[in-house]
């Protein structure tokens, strides 16, 4: 049967994949309430469309750190993809080459950052996690420059794992006969074997928990990589971002993985947006399914999107075929919401085309 929107993905994928493996992907913290959230929360956002608009053209494209990019939907970094599909990290990143977009590499990644680049041209980001030992953190980044890597997407919200009880119960780890590439040979490359979920305990030996604003200056030492923030959820810190001189924020919630009861992103991003002042660009991932959850995300001032799961499952189903039909369904829904709303270019997504909960009605009650 043809597959019509991303979210069937999801399906193909968990019959496929052993159920340790959909599990972690699937997953998120705890009651899971975030997850819901992250997509329930778009739900709420309508729209407000404009009529007879000559849309016959279309622009999409877009230029993120100064790269041109194809259009405002990016690949949001995931660990360990040979799980879901033997070419893993290769194939999506030969996906969001060929549709002319940005992929992130994990830094949890079954494939490293040169072996990611041989693959071909192709704009890339490098996320990194910040361990203990900052010689292997140093050396690492140094060789995400060589490889070509774009930027450094810096995760900021996970001093340690969420609870993740699918993983507790699953005792999940990495199977063997994979490595965490770009820990290979520095014996970060292997997670023990523990008595609840393995990442669990590897976050908690090896990933530094005393990361704080110092060391995002100290990162900058090391690197003239900009660095985008990954994880930030209060104008407070967007604030501080600004203040400590990164190129960018990634308003996400980590796909719902970390912290349970935070905000959908969708709610948080207007904050951040309002807190930067137009000084930095602020992206936002969690939950994106549609073209137009993409042009909600962009009427409320992110600079451009990243899908986390989409990714995944549609590798797991169909690998890299499934990973290219997963970026050209999200650009044809969201051409579409364009043409439909009147937008005939990014920047004509404006705020008043969409009405949030929280703004004030525009409609006449009802007496
Ligand atoms: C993630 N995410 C993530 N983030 C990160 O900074 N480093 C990582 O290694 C991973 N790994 C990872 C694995 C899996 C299986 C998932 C689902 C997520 C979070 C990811 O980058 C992104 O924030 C979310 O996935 C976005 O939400 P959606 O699109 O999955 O709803």
């Known amino acids: 049967m043809e597959i019509t929107n991303v979210m069937e993905y999801e399906a193909i994928a968990k019959e496929k994949l052993p159920k340790m493996v959909y599990d972690y992907y699937a997953s998120g913290a ?7 959230e992250n997509r329930n929360a778009f739900s709420r956002i309508l729209f407000r469309p404009r009529i007879l608009i000559d849309v016959s053209k279309i622009d999409m494209t877009t230029s993120i750190l100064g790269f041109n990019i194809s259009m405002p939907i990016m690949i949001a970094p995931t660990a360990m993809l040979k799980m879901a599909h033997p070419e893993g990290e290769y194939a999506v990143a030969r996906a969001a080459s060929a549709a002319g977009t940005i992929m992130t590499l994990s830094s ?21 996690y910040v361990m203990k030992d900052r010689n292997v953190v140093a050396q690492l980044v140094r060789r995400a420059e060589r490889a070509g890597f774009k930027a450094i997407a810096l995760t900021v919200d996970t001093p ?35 008595d609840d979920s393995g990442l669990s305990s590897y976050v908690s030996s090896q990933v530094d928990q005393s990361l704080s604003w110092k060391d995002v200056k100290w990162l900058q030492t090391i690197t003239h990589l900009p660095i985008l923030l990954k994880g930030v959820l209060t104008a407070e810190d967007a604030r501080l971002a600004v203040e400590a001189g990164v190129s960018g924020i990634i308003v996400s919630n980590h796909g719902a ?27 936002v ?12 995300a962009l009427a409320l001032g992110a600079s451009g999107i990243f899908v986390g799961r989409p990714a995944v499952f549609s590798l797991a189903a169909h690998g890299e075929a499934g990973v290219r039909k997963v970026l050209q ?6 051409e579409l ?10 920047k004509e997504i404006t705020r008043d085309r969409i009405l949030a909960p929280w703004d004030s009605p525009r409609i006449a009650p009802r007496l």
Request: charged share 30%.
């Open 337 to 346: 919401t364009m043409a439909l709303s009147g937008c005939r270019s990014l």
């Open 108 to 128: 949890w990644a079954t494939s490293n950052v040169e072996e990611v680049a041989s693959t071909g041209p192709g704009i890339r980001f490098f996320q990194l």
């Open 30 to 36: 705890e009651d899971q309430w975030t997850l819901q």
């Open 329 to 334: 369904m999200l650009r044809d829904e969201f």
């Open 285 to 296: 991932d969690g939950g994106i399914r549609r073209g137009t959850d993409v042009f909600k």
């Open 257 to 283: 993985r970390q912290l349970d009861y935070v905000p959908a992103t969708i709610m948080a991003l207007e904050e951040v947006v309002k807190a930067v002042q137009g000084r930095i660009p602020v992206f």
């Open 160 to 194: 340690r794992l969420g609870r993740r009880e699918a993983d507790i119960k699953n005792r999940f780890n990495l199977p063997p006969h994979f490595t965490l590439k770009n820990f290979e040979g520095l014996d970060l490359g292997k997670m023990d074997k523990a």
